[in-house]
């Protein structure tokens, strides 16, 4: 399984991006996913998640500016962030976990990971 995070970027505060995850898998239905992110010096955190029947779960600190998607016909999960603070600053990875139709939370729930992309928000 190989993942392909992308879209990242610099944009100023207020502003909006949306990441794409690409997925190497034949059944990308049956793939939970989310979106994690680590800033400079600090721990890897949760960010949002989506099951494999659509349901969604988010971080507080995204909640409402964040939106994740999925579209299970191109093997791809979105993150569309809007109102982006300076804060948002991070790597972001996208993860996959086969087989469960829970909403995953947490770093060692997740199998897959991929690359990182780099989101700067400039004040």
């Known amino acids: 399984v190989q993942l392909q995070a992308y879209g990242g970027g610099l944009v100023q505060a207020g502003g909006s991006l949306r990441l794409s995850c690409a997925a190497s898998?034949?059944?990308?239905?049956?793939?939970?996913m989310g979106w994690f992110r680590q800033a400079p010096g600090k721990e890897r955190e949760f960010v949002a998640a989506i099951r494999t029947s659509g349901g969604t779960v988010y971080a507080d600190s995204v909640k409402g500016r964040f939106t994740i998607s999925r579209d299970n016909a191109k093997n791809a999960v979105y993150l569309q962030m809007n109102s982006l603070e300076p804060e948002d600053t991070a790597v972001y990875y996208c993860?996959?976990?086969?087989?469960?139709?829970?909403?995953?939370?947490?770093?060692?729930?997740?199998?897959?990971w991929g690359q990182g992309t780099q989101v700067t928000v400039s004040s």
């Open positions: 993860a996959a976990r086969y087989g469960s139709s829970y909403l995953l939370t947490r770093q060692y729930e997740y199998a897959y």
């Open positions: 898998v034949v059944t990308f239905s049956g793939y939970a």
